[in-house]
């Protein structure tokens, strides 16, 4: 599982006509990522492996102040997308709540939503979920809705703000685990078959948690 979780699929950008207003500006204001495993790996700059040599921490030093308070647009592929779950269901209106976990693997790394408050038993950032709501379309039932999740058919676009580095002890002392820290701007769910949004959340929301 840790694996296919690593294996964040950042594809292409993706003009969708439809896009909610507020996301398409925060989407145009920002700089679209080619790998997510590639930026953390320079943010961080832990300086081992592919990265590591002479003058590779003032590089990431660098790095790291180039993109302060920059905004960053990526998507993250329906096939790697388990940071989605589905939330509340409620039959008779079709409104729903979709729980993302903003926690994205990327090569030995994590990008968060700010700092975790602690690693799961499987060394994995726990931090709180961010609820986004939509409704179905008619004629949608639970088991509609249920199958988005259970087929992988949830794609999401995300643009966030690298904030600072965190690291955190890992479970039965196997050394330290790092990341970034970020502010999540925007988030927007769609259906990977349709193309049609599922929910949108952006900054001041007030389903924010």
Aim: hydrophobic fraction near 40%.
């Amino acid at each position: 599982m840790r694996r296919l979780l690593l294996a964040v699929l950042l594809l292409p950008t993706l003009a969708l006509a439809d896009v909610d207003s507020r996301f398409a500006q925060l989407r145009d204001q920002a700089e679209a990522l080619g790998s997510l495993g590639t930026f953390l790996d320079k943010y961080v700059g832990e300086c081992s492996g592919f990265f590591s040599g002479l003058g590779c921490r003032g590089a990431s030093e660098e790095f790291r102040k180039q993109y302060e308070g920059k905004k960053l647009y990526m998507i993250v592929g329906e096939s790697a997308a388990s940071m989605v779950q589905p939330g509340p269901y409620q039959p008779g209106s079709g409104n729903y709540t979709i729980l993302v976990t903003p926690s994205f693997p990327g090569g030995s790394y994590f990008l968060t939503q700010g700092a975790p408050s602690a690693l799961s038993a499987e060394d994995q950032p726990l931090v709180a979920p961010i609820r986004v709501t939509g409704t179905t379309p008619e004629g949608w039932n639970a088991t509609d809705f249920m199958r988005l999740f259970s087929s992988r058919k949830v794609r999401m676009q995300l643009v966030f703000s690298p904030e600072g580095i965190w690291g955190m002890e890992r479970n039965q002392g196997r050394g330290k685990l790092y990341g970034v820290s970020c502010r999540v701007e925007g988030v927007l769910l769609s259906n990977a078959t349709t193309g049609k949004p599922l929910g949108m959340w952006v900054v001041g929301d007030a389903n924010r948690k």
